[in-house]
């Protein structure tokens, strides 16, 4: 088994912790290509920089899976978000107490106390709340996202009969009667930038369970 650190903004992070996000996608830096390799035959591949060829895989999409950066099943990930490293604000004995603040709570302000605000690609594990184990890996192209995908990313249902997620910028709502779907593509191109849903890439499908710290 091994751990690796994964970033999730604050929409991502409340997701986790209140049950509702059980998969994340993230994009192939290396997209995924089927066709002439070398001009010699049709296969699966991951072209090299110069496109010249790359990594075969003849045997069919999923061999790639034994390569995701982000672990197999059973493997964990530790989640980084924002937070900040703060002293304790009670007596003499308090203050000498090292406290984290996330800012996914909506907590106080940390200048209030004497801290700041760290980037979460900067969070180092010791600060770490959130633990994830693996459960599946697939490769698959993003608009490939289901009903039940898009759920299982964080996107709620609300009361006038849409869906919604809350994201960094704001919250991502789908008209009455529209799909989780299109909260979820919202969020992704708030991340993303625009287009990029219709970019349609190949993406990484991590599906995980929460375990203890």
Same mark, same amino acid.
């Given at each position: 088994?091994k ?10 992070? #409340? ?20 066709g ?16 010249t ?6 045997n ?9 950066? *982000?672990?197999?099943?059973g ?19 308090d203050?000498?107490k ?17 801290? #700041?605000?760290?980037?979460?690609? *900067? ?5 770490? #709340? ?6 599946s ?19 709620a ?5 849409? *869906? ?7 919250? *991502?709502?789908s ?39």
């Amino acid at each position: 088994m091994k751990e690796r650190p994964i970033l999730m903004n604050g929409a991502m992070v #409340r997701a986790v912790l209140d049950g509702s996000k059980t998969q994340t996608r993230r994009a192939m830096k290396t997209q995924l290509v089927y066709g002439d390799v070398c001009g010699m035959f049709r296969s699966w591949y991951l072209p090299n920089k110069a496109n010249t060829g790359g990594t075969l895989y003849p045997n069919g999409k999923d061999a790639i899976l034994a390569t995701c950066p *982000h672990g197999q099943p059973g493997d964990r990930l530790w989640v980084r978000e924002t937070f900040s490293d703060v002293y304790g604000a009670g007596g003499d004995e308090d203050r000498r107490k090292k406290e984290v603040m996330y800012r996914a709570n909506g907590e106080t302000d940390p200048y209030v106390i004497g801290g #700041r605000w760290t980037p979460s690609i *900067h969070m180092p594990r010791w600060a770490c #709340r959130i633990l994830l184990e693996i459960v599946s890996v697939r490769v698959e192209r993003l608009n490939n996202c289901s009903e039940t995908d898009a759920l299982a990313e964080g996107v709620a249902i609300d009361r006038a009969g849409g *869906h919604f997620i809350d994201g960094t910028t704001g919250r *991502h709502a789908s008209p009455v009667g529209s799909s989780a779907v299109e909260a979820f593509k919202s969020l992704w191109e708030s991340i993303n930038g625009t287009g990029s849903w219709a970019a349609n890439t190949w993406v990484w499908v991590i599906e995980f369970k929460r375990v203890a710290t």
